[in-house]
Nanobody
Framework: QVQLVESGGRLVQAGGSLRLSCAAS????????MGWFRQAPGKEREFVAS????????RYAESGQGRFTISRDNAKNTVYLQMNSLKPDDTAVYYC????????????????WGQGTQVTVSS
């Protein structure tokens, strides 16, 4: 099981930008498809974005299309989520996840999870 640690979450103003990072331990990072999920208080965890092992394929939830970009650097064992034009509805704890199975969009598609990083967008 891979260990994941998210970072970069903070308080930002609406319309601002933020870049989240997820650092993975171990030497098999390139074998994992990666994803980002988020969870706001009182709401279920929802899919944000995912990326294939090579980075050739990317998927986004409609909520982030045109604003969010997922990327990875396999040499650094790191996956990123660039978030632009942030809205108060983006406020949530953001989780990084890894999957050995396939590129998916459901929590059950992923095997390992980080502890999360808080993103707060003020209006």
């Amino acid at each position: 099981q891979v260990q994941l640690v998210e970072s970069g979450g903070r308080l930002v103003q609406a319309g601002g930008s933020l870049r989240l990072s997820c650092a993975a331990s171990g030497r098999s990072f390139s074998s994992y498809a990666m994803g980002w999920f988020r969870q706001a208080p009182g709401k279920e965890r929802e899919f944000v974005a995912s990326i294939s092992t090579s980075g050739a394929t990317r998927r986004y939830a409609e909520s982030g299309q045109g604003r969010f970009t997922i990327s990875r650097d396999n040499a650094k064992n790191t996956v990123y989520l660039q978030m632009n034009s942030l809205k108060p509805d983006d406020t949530a704890v953001y989780y990084c996840a890894a999957s050995l199975r396939r590129l998916g969009s459901q929590p059950s598609d992923f095997d390992s999870w980080g502890q999360g990083t808080q993103v707060t967008v003020s209006s």
